[in-house]
């Protein structure tokens, strides 16, 4: 009988001894960075264990570094933040190669053993960046082109304005172009676009395009809001609404608006790398009845209700007339999209759409290649328009600039093309 209850007891002492000390999980290793990836700052590994850790060891090897054994043990707490300072192994400047080994025993008493290993490269150096040609002075509202030679292949490179990025396109090896904008809404204080280049590891350099800008002022105008105009606007495109008539026109205006630009934004960033427009655009024929970035206010009994500003030209020529392709490109878009009404969305290249708005027929479909010239589509005034008039835009990057500049022969020669690398 004694027998059988201390053996009872030494069962229970085992269990309960196995079931504090013993665990037969591995110790978790979390690198923080997939192997053969590149990185700039020291390396942060969680190692963690059910149980708790014994001794965390780690060798580094590459550059300075060989194979030197480094233990930690005895540690207090479950989790380890084991820190590996790879800069510390470094020659020169340039980047190299280490080899990170982890070897974990944790604190079960049948002790569970983990080892493992990454490949990384090491490399606190921002790629070289230098500019070799291109647009010596922009405008408020108008374009430029950059082209540049980075010091390795970049992981991401272009231009960055705020929170915009301005694409790159890899013309030659190492080398790049890139369009941008000075945006009609950015004071000429406040524009510092900057060409960038980051590499693997995450080094950024960014240098200045080497262009100036100029101020420039657009036209405003106040538009007064009668009761006939909103009826016909409320009645025209927002049929079933429980909204006043002026309501209605707030929302179509402010935020109809805001998502037909995003929706003109995605379409945009449909591209070729490769330049399919040549020489001046092509300005469809007929009176300016709204200029670029014309600054709206809206009136409604002496209140103010929306402002909001032109982003492209109106040219009211006869109604119903045949609308041309401003240059040659593809089309990425047809449709009908909001207040622009039935919209052609013709790609020129390297980022540079045109656009046509509140037609009344489609002639074309998405896909089609078109000359400069040809016939697209037919006028109307679909959409938030007031009589039979051609929307006309160009943008770069989704962002609307001046179309007056790509209209002018000289002004595309001088300040574009001749920048641009011959095919
Ligand atoms: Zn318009």
Partial sequence: MKKILVLFLLILCLSVAFYFYVDTN??????GVGDNESINAPLKIKIADDLGLKEVCYTLSGGSCVDKKQCFVDIPDRSFDLVIEPEKCAQNAEPFKIEVAVDVVDS??????????IELTFDDQAPNLATL???RSLKRGGAGVVLYEVGEHPAETGIVLDDLIFRAFAF???KYLSFYVHPFYVDSDDFKPRVFA?????????????SRTASYTYP????????DFLNVVQEKMMEDSSKTPLEAFVQINDIVRKENYRVIEAQCQNTVTQKLWEGAFLRNLGTTKANFAEYRTYMYRSAVVSRQVHTGIDIAGINNTEILAANHGKVVFTGEI???GNVVILDHGYGIHSL???LNQIDVQEGDMVKKGAPIAVSGETGLAFGDHLHFEIRINGIPVNPIEWFDDVWVKTNIDRFLPKD
């Fill in 26 to 31: 591995d110790p978790e290793i979390s690198w």
């Fill in 356 to 358: 046509y708005g509140h």
């Fill in 133 to 135: 040609d291109g647009t």
């Fill in 198 to 210: 980051r590499d693997k590891a995450g080094n950024t350099r960014k240098i200045r395009p080497g």
């Fill in 108 to 117: 079960s008493l049948i002790a569970n053993k983990v080892h493992d290993k």
């Fill in 172 to 174: 030659d090896q190492n």
């Fill in 338 to 340: 909001g207040i622009y």
């Fill in 220 to 227: 405003s105008v106040v538009i007064e809001l009668t009761d």
